[in-house]
């Protein structure tokens, strides 16, 4: 009897020092993978550039392989920003089988986001959410969100631009040119070229639905302009802005 207990103390005993030291082998694997990892600021900046270039799966792909690296919470609000609009640009230029899915996941990863003290990050979250629910068919939550916007940043842009587009979505043709127009005057004012290029790209989305092609030409052509500007003097990529309206002209 003395024997059995003897041993299955001994298996007891093996089984705890097993234990401790797997536990020892995750931890130190842990700090392994944080070592090797890259520094948040190289992760956020070099995912920035490849949704910059149209490149999302890659984004997106970089932020899930790196998230070890992304600790502080602005770190992680600005990763999941990026991956809203990473998710947006798949599901609208993907497969239509996935759409649905990847939706969920802008929607998901622009909530996530609000959460950040940074007032643009809040801004650009607040433009993209809506988007994702329209097409998610979550129409009154939409207007909901685009309401609350454009009454906490009545002097930005970028949230009357998100109206512009959701009042086409919606059919409001002549509305939506009204708020471009709106957009476009008040981003040159701010020196915002991207958003002007947005204004004028959306107004011609616009008056293309409504027939008005001559018109939706010269606008397109406008967008380009503000766009290669935009990049010219930020040295941010407008690719992915510019080869959109390309086609959108190429195709009237």
């Not at 809203?84 to 239509?96: A, H, L, N, Q, R």
């Not at 939409?142 to 587009?165: D, G, H, L, Q």
């Not at 010269?218 to 086609?247: M, N, P």
Request: charged fraction near 30%; include cysteine.
């Amino acid at each position: 009897m003395a024997e059995f207990f003897l041993s299955a103390g001994f298996i007891l005993l093996l089984g705890f020092v097993t234990g401790c030291n797997a536990m020892v082998y995750l931890f130190f694997k842990k700090e392994q993978e944080i070592a090797k990892a890259m520094p948040a600021q190289k992760i956020l900046k070099l995912a920035k550039k490849l949704y910059a270039d149209g490149k999302y799966d890659e984004s997106v792909a970089l932020i899930k392989k790196n998230k070890v690296s992304l600790t502080g919470k602005e770190e992680i609000a600005e990763a999941n920003r990026i991956l809203g609009w990473d998710y947006y640009y798949i599901s609208i230029k993907g497969p239509v089988a996935t759409r649905k899915g990847n939706l969920k996941l802008a929607e998901l990863s622009f909530r996530e986001a609000l959460n950040t003290r940074n007032k643009s990050r809040k801004i650009s979250c607040l433009n993209g959410l809506p988007l994702a629910l329209w097409l998610l068919d979550k129409k009154p939550e939409t207007w909901s969100v685009i309401n609350k916007a454009v009454a906490s940043f009545s002097e930005e842009p970028s949230v009357w631009n998100t109206k512009a587009i959701t009042l086409r979505r919606e059919g409001r043709f002549a509305e939506s040119v009204q708020v471009c127009e709106k957009v476009h005057k008040t981003a040159l004012a701010k020196g915002d070229l991207r958003t002007a290029g947005h204004a004028k790209q959306n107004k011609a989305d616009a008056l293309r639905e409504i027939g008005e092609t001559r018109r939706a030409k010269t606008e397109y052509r406008t967008a380009i302009k503000l766009y290669e500007r935009s990049q010219k003097e930020t040295g941010l990529s407008a690719k992915f802005h510019i080869s959109g309206v390309e086609e959108k002209l190429s195709a009237l």
